[in-house]
């Protein structure tokens, strides 16, 4: 699951955590229903076959990429979910960003359950910035806009 890179830092036990990109770290989680349980340094498994089964799942979630609105170069999931925002790290999906869209992105991570995907443009750049503004979800991941160009990511807002 994706998370700023400061989440969790202050609590008395540590996430097992690796950097997804910029600010953004990938965190480790199980699905127990109504609730997620963070994986810890401290757990006993082994954190390579760990990651290999979180990529493994995430790249088995089918996931709709769609235009926010016609006419506009933005894009979101048909469907939300507590995994939207991992699913930036699924092959597939990523095959759909580039199909759709191509390299030069820009891409917005409000919360865990929605992502925001545009073409590189300083009109979809503040549309973003908007929509980040103006999500009400509690499950906060970032409040930047990132621009991706040919797989390197800065921040742009």
Do not use: W
Not at 50 to 72: F, Q, S, Y
Not at 137 to 146: A, G, L, M, T
């Amino acid at each position: 699951i994706l998370k700023r890179h400061d989440f969790g830092i202050n609590s008395k036990v540590q996430f097992y955590r690796e950097k997804a990109f910029l600010d953004i770290d990938a965190l480790y989680v199980s699905d127990m229903g109504e609730t997620f349980r963070f994986f810890t340094i401290d757990d006993d498994v082994e954190f390579s076959l760990l990651k290999k089964k979180a990529i493994e799942n995430i790249n088995r979630i089918t996931a709709a990429l769609v235009p926010l609105d016609d006419g506009l170069q933005a894009y979101t999931l048909r469907y939300t979910t507590d995994y939207a925002s991992s699913l930036l790290l699924s092959e597939a999906l990523n095959k759909q960003i580039q199909r759709k869209i191509g390299d030069d992105i820009l891409i917005a991570i409000p919360s865990n359950s929605f992502f925001l995907v545009a073409k590189f443009s300083y009109c979809n750049q503040q549309l973003l910035k908007y929509l980040v503004e103006t999500d009400t979800d509690p499950n906060k991941v970032s409040d930047s806009v990132y621009r991706r160009k040919e797989g390197i990511y800065m921040k742009v807002c």
